[in-house]
């Protein structure tokens, strides 16, 4: 699943959850105001570039064997 260009803001929980499998590429977007801008578990190979991600509680979170490329975050 490929996420571009998208603006997430003032979600109660999180921003962008990823779950059990599913291989995403979140670029370009723009996440604010959540309790987590990205949530992965259980997928593996994720990448997460060029956001921004600004007044979240966490930026990002990665759990239970969860594995995401993470560069150029701003």
Same mark, same amino acid.
């Given at each position: 699943m490929i996420m571009d260009n998208n603006t997430l803001s003032s /979600?109660?929980?999180r921003g962008i959850i990823v779950l059990g499998?599913?291989?995403t590429k979140?670029? *370009? $977007?723009?996440v604010s105001? /959540?309790?987590y801008e990205i949530m992965?578990?259980?997928t593996a190979n994720n990448v997460a570039k060029y *956001? $921004?991600?600004y007044y979240n509680s966490y930026g990002m979170n990665v759990t239970d064997g969860a594995?995401?490329?993470a560069e150029y975050n701003y």
């Open positions: /979600n109660r929980g499998g599913i291989k979140a670029v *370009n $977007n723009s105001y /959540n309790t992965y578990s259980r *956001n $921004n991600i594995t995401v490329n």
